[in-house]
């Protein structure tokens, strides 16, 4: 894969390409704030593939790298088991609201 410039490496080459062009005699004209760079009716650049001069480079797979990264990953955890549901002990009252008996119920 080939190595990417720094922006440090792209300021200086940039900045050595304007001093060769003004060097060789060309001229820098200055543009009022706000005006557009784009020609009227021209198509929007970022749906053409003029940005993009180099082929889309291919991503070498490791599969050492991809083996431990899947082996690092979490198993999906398992649905807790049904408990089973435990007997409550009820009071029965009588009409007055007095407690009569106790009873173990399912509910």
Known sequence: MKKL???AELRAQLAQEMEQYLNQGGAISSVDQGVSGRETGAPFRATTRELF???RAERTQIPEVIAA???RRRPPRKAPAPTR???RRKVIYDD???PLRH???DD
């Open 96 to 98: 007055f609201g007095e």
């Open 5 to 7: 410039l720094t922006k």
């Open 85 to 87: 549901k435990r007997q």
């Open 53 to 55: 001069v180099e082929p």
């Open 69 to 71: 990264l899947e082996a």
């Open 103 to 105: 009873v173990w119920s």
